[in-house]
């Protein structure tokens, strides 16, 4: 059985141990090597889908009892706002865009029982210049915060979360996803990173865009969600893996490193055909612990405990990670909807105590086995 295990030197032990050099030493590999991953193969360009742009900052609606308004710009755009209130009865909501947070956040929502259940609502949206591909795989990552709510299932049937248009049709939707192409992940206490894919057949070249909403019908106050923000809008469009694929690694599949350093090398995984054949253009996405010894990961543009890439011209991904400041072993997955095989990396992150225990414990041996897949008990 293969243990990988990676030795390191009895001097760069107490090295680390006494220094640091360790740590120093790793950082310095991971400088030389670089991390190849896709910077932005595979995505199409959200403008400001960070919220990150001064020009796209400011606020609309709020106000006027029963004001509305239609593609509003919000500063320069290119998020534009749409919102409602009830004529007579309640202002439409406040939809705000903080670059120095990087979030776009839609507030003051309200409903009250007065001759039936009256809501107001808002969203923001704006119009890419792709148009949607026969043949493709479209998949539109959001992260959300739904005021601490962590149930999808709660926060879509209070009417919010984003869709992805083609035209005038819904190509995609949080409301209306099932769970195979629905996934969502907890980032932190209160966000979740939200994940849906649809696979297109042969459709007309409708304009494609964005919308982000917070449009509840017919609700009762307890059941709504007064403030959501949105951060992080990302758009892939990719290959649709041919039935019989494979994701497999391909390199460095068990690494260890100092706690809150990174990794040494680059880690990486193929999709193949059912022929043997690499399937380029295809997203895989990849996750981390979420508790615990863990990594963040990183590709392209793409950095965080859950993230999504896009295998290059050879079928390949590529990314990087650094261990949290947790010791322990640990597991990151890589997987593709539709393909039934995992590619699973498994790392470790050991502290200077486990040097030390280490070499009390084995005064003769030259070298520390580093065993990511089969923990040596120094945890």
Known sequence: MNTSIQLASRRSIVAAARGGVLRSLCIALVAGLGFAGSASAGFLTVPNGDFSALGNAGSVGGGLVGASGTDVPVGSGPWLATYNGVLGLLAPPTLAISPSQKTGTISGLLGINALGIVNNGGNFGQTLTNNVQSNKRYTMIVNMDASGLLDVGLISAAGTGFSLQAGASTLISSLTAAPGPLRTDLLGSSTLRVQIYKDTATVFADPLSLQLFNRPQGLLTAGLIGSVSFSNVRLAETTIPPAGSTLTVTGLSSQAAPVGQPFPASMTAI?????????????????????????????????????????????????????????????????????????????????????????????????????????????
Do not use: K, W
């Open 271 to 379: 999709v193949r055909d059912q022929n043997g054949n690499p399937v380029p253009d295809t997203l895989v996405t990849l996750t981390a612990p979420a508790d615990g010894a863990s990594a963040t990961l990183h590709a392209g543009t793409e950095n965080g405990r859950v993230i999504s890439t896009v295998t290059d011209a050879n079928g390949q991904i590529t990314f990087g990670a650094d261990a949290n400041e947790i010791a322990g072993c640990y597991t990151v997955v890589g997987e593709v909807p539709g393909i039934p095989t995992l590619a699973i990396f498994h790392l470790r992150n050991y502290s200077q105590a486990q040097i030390a225990a280490y070499m009390a414990a084995h005064p003769g041996v030259d070298g520390m086995p580093q065993d990511s897949v089969f923990c040596n008990g120094f945890e």
